[in-house]
């Protein structure tokens, strides 16, 4: 699987934009680019996936290039409650591994 | 309810005891997973069973054993807890239609604490 490479820690302020930029230069034609957030003891949470141009939903969205190789997540108008970790995954949901290898994550610290 | 539980939440234990971390689902799925989470780092996958007759090594699966008593139980064991198998475990379900062909979304159970002294 892709190996992914992101920003250990970030920090930013409560109403501001948050934008977390993952680079998979690997990335293969079948993968999806996924990320989750988790939460201090909590499990991982599924935040948004794509392929290709733009994804949005209810929580953020994902921009990913025409050459694939990176991927950013944004976060609109962060708040406290954002505060958490977040990860860039690369997978092939289509295989029969149904594996995810996350990374180190990206430490997101959101102040008042 | 939550959907993926686990049990025990926390557990202490000493050194070359055996100790059986169990997980339970209800939202129906085939797959099932178990990761490992040390301080500062991501999960790391231990086994991973994609159904009842089915069972695979994770990454890190020295020292670990697993059982998949159902659809909805997956069992992780440590036969012999050493200290460094502390660490925050997370049981997972996945299933590969759901939203789909795209998607592999993994749901998370809310951890055991694991303290091997």
């Known amino acids: 699987l892709a190996k992914t490479t992101q920003p250990i820690s970030m920090d930013s302020y409560e109403g501001q934009e948050v934008n977390i930029t993952c680079s998979h230069n690997?990335?293969?034609?079948?993968?999806?680019i996924t990320w989750y957030q988790q939460f201090p003891s909590q499990g991982p949470r599924f935040i948004i996936q794509?392929?290709?141009t733009k994804v949005t939903n209810e929580v953020a969205s994902l921009f990913i290039p025409a050459d694939r190789k990176s991927s950013t997540l944004s976060l609109p108008r962060v708040s406290l409650s954002d505060t958490a970790v977040y990860y860039c995954?690369?997978?092939?949901?289509?295989?029969?591994?149904?594996?995810?290898?996350f990374g180190q994550g990206t430490t997101l610290q959101v102040k008042p | 309810d939550a959907d993926v539980t686990q049990t025990p939440r926390n557990r202490i234990t000493k050194t070359g005891k055996r100790i059986m971390l169990e997980c339970s689902q209800t939202?129906?799925?085939?797959?099932m997973y178990w990761y490992r989470q040390d301080p500062g780092l991501g999960l790391r996958l231990i086994y991973y069973?994609?159904?009842?007759?089915?069972?695979n090594k994770g990454e890190i699966s020295d020292g670990y054993s697993v059982s998949r008593q159902a659809q909805a139980k997956f069992s992780l064991s440590l036969e012999s807890a050493i200290p460094n198998q502390t660490a925050l475990y997370f049981c997972?379900?996945?299933?590969?239609?759901?939203?789909?062909?795209?998607?592999?979304?993994?749901?998370f159970g809310p951890g055991t604490r694991l303290t091997v002294l």
């Open positions: 069973s994609f159904d009842v007759k089915d069972i």
């Open positions: 995954l690369v997978e092939d949901p289509s295989g029969n591994t149904g594996k995810l290898i």
């Open positions: 794509g392929y290709k």
């Open positions: 939202k129906g799925h085939d797959r």
């Open positions: 690997n990335i293969a034609t079948n993968d999806y």
């Open positions: 997972a379900t996945s299933d590969p239609r759901r939203g789909g062909a795209e998607y592999n979304e993994q749901f």
